[in-house]
Structures are given as C-alpha cells and as structure tokens.
C-alpha cells in the first residue's frame, strides 16, 4: 500500500503561481513514475506531467513552458510548480504514483484561478 498526501492548492489569481506537493509513504520502494493529473468541471481526467524516477519529463503541451515537475526521491516527493496560471487551469489536480504491480491516486487538491 502506498499513502499519498497533496498540498498546494488553492485560490490565485491569472498570472499568478502555486507550487503543488505529493509526498508517498507505505510501500515506495517500487515507485518509478510519479505525476500530476487535473480534472476541470465536466472534463475528463488528463495528464498534466509526470517524472521517471530517472528524471524524465512529459508535459501537456497546455502547460509546457509554465508549469515544471520535479521530485525529491529521498523523501519520495513530486512537486509541480505552476506559474502564469491561466483561467482553463482550473481543475482538481491529482497526484499519481506509478510501479511495479502498483497504480495509487490521490485525493485530489483544488486549484482555482480567478480571471
């Protein structure tokens, strides 16, 4: 089992910035890929970026250029630091946790950004 716990979130303004974090416990010795997903009202679920314990990036082409992934693997934590934040980045943003045999989400932390 593995335990994740998102912070981050919150109300900010267009243009302005919010820095997420996903922090895994319980069984992470088996993690290799770790990303954010968002889901806006109505939407589908989409990836936003992810990060290979390697340090390999993907990115949504709607964020690449303003939002940078990263991860600390000695404390088994991805962040996800959004700037220029837009209206349509709007969404519950979710934090996954990918490896061997293994697939957790998390709760899913609120970002608004009012225009």
């Known amino acids: 089992q593995v335990q994740l716990v998102e912070s981050g979130g919150g109300l900010v303004q267009a243009g302005g910035s919010l820095r997420l974090s996903c922090a895994a416990s319980?069984?992470?010795?088996?993690?290799?890929?770790m990303g954010w997903y968002r889901q806006a009202p109505g939407k589908q679920r989409e990836l936003v970026a992810d990060i290979t314990r390697g340090g390999r990036t993907d990115y949504a082409d709607s964020v690449k250029g303003r939002f940078t992934i990263s991860r600390d693997n000695a404390k088994n934590t991805v962040y996800l630091q959004m700037n220029s934040l837009k209206p349509e980045d709007t969404a519950v943003y979710y934090c996954r946790v990918l490896g061997v045999l293994m697939d957790y989400w998390g709760k899913g932390t609120l970002v608004t950004v009012s225009s």
């Open positions: 319980g069984s992470i010795f088996s993690i290799n890929t």
